[in-house]
């Protein structure tokens, strides 16, 4: 394997896959959901598929979903986007943020992660090469160190990369924390890359889009995707809003990274992102009662439990078992009691730093949430 990747192992998520597989046990790692996406966006799928649109699309959309996409980031976050030159569809969000990374960042480039952070970030700056620093955010609330951040933003500095709703704490970026990101950005002249796939899921707090902010368009990549927000992950259907120059970059990479992206799948977005606001309240409603019963059952099984205000994870710490770090807590977790969960470690610089922290997801219907509850009463 090239240097480049040398460091990187199996991703955690494939690893706990298979392993839920191999011991039948109930699934709470990987987030994906257990159940499926709505009717209408398959049956346009499907439509699609029978009429034809099965060649390539344009490389980086096709148009009616280029203007799809303009007109939700309008509705959600009041700024107007030409959908010819600032919209990019890519084969999901996780292939968005590569394209931004490796056609925007150059190799020795300093780029600010917030730590814990969702696997592939770490490895697509090392394929672009950028100088990776890290902020880590802590427990109990996650909340941005203000003062490390201010420390670590310099005129060396390309771009922080973020992401609000944040996997996998859920923690959600408050206006304050947006505000001194955006400042630090226009005074340094650094670029924002945020990750907002989870923005539908947010339950304590409004999300917050930090290209909103003044000054901020020009200077952010802002990246989403289909397949929290339908239930739809195996699609693969993601895009990077970004003004020209910055598009520009994002598109130079992902026409040689996928060229395009599934074109069926891009028809069925379309329907998909014309849903009527009452799709969007429902999937948050439910999601909230799903949130509730892996909240509450967690605590009862004994664990103490981290308050998460986005995505659909929660985080808790699992030191009350006597497991001595995250990675053994799962093994016996998955092995003895049948349940997956994530261990965080793997999320962070320093593998240390996330040794007390396991990730649960709650994407999932509500037996196999309350089955899992159930065998961690029994056996932990
Ligand atoms: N984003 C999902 C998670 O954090 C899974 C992504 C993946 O499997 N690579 O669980």
């Excluded at 569809?89 to 952070?117: H, K």
């Excluded at 889009?209 to 339908?230: C, D, H, Q, W």
Aim: with cysteine; net charge negative.
């Amino acid at each position: 394997v090239a240097k480049r990747l040398e460091k990187f192992k199996t991703t955690i998520f494939t690893q706990m896959s298979i392993l839920a597989v191999k011991h039948g046990a109930i699934n709470l790692g990987q987030g994906f959901p257990n159940f499926d996406g709505p009717d209408f966006v398959k049956e346009a799928a499907i439509q699609a598929i029978k009429d034809g649109k099965n060649q390539y699309a344009r490389g980086y959309g096709i148009p009616q979903l280029n203007s799809a996409i303009a007109a939700r980031f309008r509705e959600d976050t009041g700024l107007v986007v030409d959908p010819e030159k600032e919209v990019t569809v890519t084969s999901g969000c996780t292939e968005a943020i590569a394209a931004a990374m490796l056609g925007l960042i150059n190799p020795g480039d300093e780029v600010i992660l917030f730590a814990p952070f969702y696997d592939s970030y770490e490895a697509t700056l090392s394929m672009a090469g950028a100088k990776i620093k890290g902020i880590t955010l802590r427990p109990p609330d996650f909340s941005i160190p203000l003062d490390e951040l201010k420390a670590a933003v310099t005129n060396k500095t390309r771009a922080i990369l973020m992401n609000t709703p944040h996997n996998p704490t859920g923690k959600m970026f408050t206006r304050e924390e947006l505000e001194t990101i955006a400042s630090l950005c226009t005074e340094n002249d650094v670029l924002v890359f945020s990750d907002e796939v989870y923005d539908k899921l947010a339950f304590e707090m409004d999300h917050i889009s930090i290209a909103s902010l003044p000054g901020m368009y020009e200077r952010t990549v802002t990246m989403n995707s289909l397949g929290k927000t339908f239930s739809l992950t195996g699609w693969k259907i993601g895009w990077a809003i970004a003004p020209p120059h910055l598009t520009w970059g994002v598109r130079q990479a992902h026409s040689y990274l996928t060229f395009a992206t599934s074109t069926p799948a891009q028809w069925a977005a379309v329907a998909a992102l014309k849903a009527p606001e009452s799709y969007f309240n429902e999937l948050k409603r439910d999601y909230a009662a799903k949130k509730e019963i892996l909240v509450k059952g967690l605590k009862e099984v004994g664990f103490k439990v981290f308050p998460s205000s986005g995505t659909y994870f929660v985080t808790a710490d699992h030191t009350a078992f006597g497991l001595e770090n995250d990675v053994a807590f799962c093994e016996y977790l998955i092995e003895e009691v049948g349940v997956v969960a994530i261990p965080t470690s793997v999320f962070y610089l320093n593998p240390e730093e996330g040794k007390n922290l396991v990730r649960f997801a709650f994407c999932k219907d509500e037996e196999t949430l309350r089955g899992a509850i159930e065998r961690m009463k029994q056996k932990l």
